[in-house]
């Protein structure tokens, strides 16, 4: 909706930005106008964050100029930003969860009269602000009692608060459920109608097109395109992304379910607070079956994942794995018994950065008999172990010998996956596989996953990406506050009906 003749609020002109021997931003020109939703994309990696965080001062450039409504904009912090009208919200959070909605807001905001705050002013103005863009929230409630996507108004309502004229949002969609993602997308779009201008972060392409008015594609920290919504399409754009052709519908062969290979029978866990996080889960999962695990993050799926990979003990209730009890001992007992695991923090918990490439890969198997002679590591096996699993799963990397942390993260995610299904599992937990990967990344992992389903194992897919769970799972459970709130074939399931039981609403 951007008209001819609008002066832009917002130049970028010929940004660069580079870490050591990366070049983030290479002369990056970037243009917003009023009123507007223009959506950033690109690969992971492909410099669109770093760009926004230079306009959000957290970042100096090395080269370029930045201009703010005509005026030349020095920002050498997010206060020089804010003061200028730039506001940024992040994938991740920056609120107090002990303190209340109001508290929050007015945290660093200039509201008071000699030394005291004026509370009273700073409600009416909040109070003012929800009303006018639809945003209603109890401005006493504690921020720790709120739904994520109530969070994320509040964050909305604090760069409000602060007069934010330009609003940056990085990926804001990752953690929301579906009536939230549509609530989200009217208060941008009331938003817009008022003048004001966002940035939208994300990888969600159907998103993007539904939202945005106009896309902006990074590809290796250059601009490569520039469409209007309605001159574009999905292909084109992800083809834009990757500078090649991917495959946007994945075909999964539909397999008659066999034998169990996890059974689930009235399993409580508890988190780290001590509190229930995971209610009286009855659940059985079958050879050759993906069973979706969806919700809202925060709903019991991390801790159901740690208790079937043996990190947790469970409160109750009993798990077997290929009709043998499992007792939760250790992740060596689980997979043993024929479990793998595919953790949902790739760097923190799957694999050891500061190790190489092959000490990732044999983590779990150095101690096999395989790779001993007379109680020596055969070193001439551990090496061709490893370059088979690098051919085999196109893992980029400057050989074996590679520290890991200088690998992608797609190329992480190959590491980890050819080490968890290099001993043929029967059995999968595949916590959040994709997150933070670009396209071509995705398709890749998505490809490996249904190969392993058509070997014969089965998979809990634990996401929090729906259009994920509807692609590849061939049922889906839905869990809500640790309990199950309903289970349903693929190719029965409605984003409707799923809507509702992850927001609690069970009919």
Excluded at 221 to 236: F, H, M, P, S
Excluded at 282 to 288: A, E, F, G, H, Q
Aim: one cysteine or more; charged letters at 25%.
């Amino acid at each position: 909706m951007t008209e001819t003749g609008k002066k832009p609020v917002v130049e970028m002109r010929s940004i660069t930005k580079q870490f050591l021997d990366l070049v983030a931003n290479r002369s990056i020109d970037f243009t917003l106008f009023p009123g507007e939703i223009c959506a950033l994309l690109g690969e992971n990696g492909a410099g669109k964050t770093t760009l926004m965080n230079i306009l959000f001062g957290y970042y100096a450039c090395d080269g370029g100029k930045i201009f703010i409504r005509g005026e030349k904009a020095e920002l050498s912090c997010p206060r020089d930003a804010i003061s200028r009208g730039v506001g940024m919200i992040h994938q991740h959070f920056t609120l107090v969860p002990s303190q209340s909605v109001l508290e929050n807001i007015i945290i660093g905001s200039e509201m008071a009269k000699g030394f005291f705050l004026d509370l009273k002013s700073a409600k009416d103005t909040l109070l003012e602000l929800q009303e006018r863009f639809g945003l209603h929230i109890d401005p006493e409630a504690k921020i720790w009692t709120l739904s994520v996507g109530e969070q994320q108004r509040v964050e909305i309502l604090k760069a409000l608060y602060r007069d934010v004229e330009i609003l940056i949002m990085d990926e804001p969609t990752a953690v929301l459920a579906p009536s939230e993602i549509s609530d989200l997308f009217r208060t941008l779009q009331a938003l817009a109608q008022e003048g004001k201008s966002i940035v939208f972060i994300s990888h969600k392409l159907k998103e993007v097109m539904a939202i945005a008015d106009r896309i902006v594609v990074l590809r290796g920290g250059e601009v490569v395109a520039e469409r209007k919504t309605g001159d574009t399409n999905l292909r084109e754009l992800a083809n834009l992304m990757v500078g090649r052709d991917v495959i946007e519908r994945i075909t999964k062969k539909e397999l008659p379910p066999g034998e169990p290979v996890l059974e689930l029978r009235n399993l409580t866990v508890r988190n780290d607070k001590g509190l229930e996080a995971v209610k009286d889960i009855t659940l059985t999962v079958r050879k050759n079956e993906i069973c979706g695990i969806a919700g809202v993050s925060g709903n019991g799926q991390r801790e159901l994942a740690d208790v079937l990979f043996g990190i947790r003990e469970p409160e109750k209730g009993t798990i077997k794995i290929n009709g043998t009890v499992f007792h939760c001992g250790s992740p060596e007992s689980a997979v043993k018994l024929g479990m793998a695991r595919i953790p949902e923090d790739r760097i923190g918990t799957g694999l050891m950065m500061d190790l190489s490439v092959e000490e990732n890969l044999i983590l779990e198997v150095h101690a096999s008999g395989n790779f001993h002679n007379r109680g020596l590591l055969n070193f001439n096996k551990i090496h061709q172990f490893c370059d088979e699993l690098i051919k085999a799963y196109s893992i980029m990397t400057s050989g074996r010998d590679a520290v890991t942390k200088s690998l992608s993260g797609g190329n992480l995610q190959k590491v980890i996956l050819a080490r968890e299904l290099a001993g043929k599992p029967s059995i999968i937990v595949a916590s959040q596989p994709t997150r933070g990967l670009d396209v071509g990344a995705m398709e890749y992992i998505h490809q490996r996953i249904l190969q392993e389903k058509e070997r014969g194992a089965g998979i809990i897919l634990i996401s929090e990406d729906l259009d994920e769970i509807l692609v590849l799972s061939d049922r889906v459970v839905v869990m809500y506050e640790g309990q199950i709130m309903g289970d349903v074939r693929s190719e029965q399931a409605s984003r409707e009906q799923i809507g509702l039981w992850m927001s609690g609403v069970k009919k």
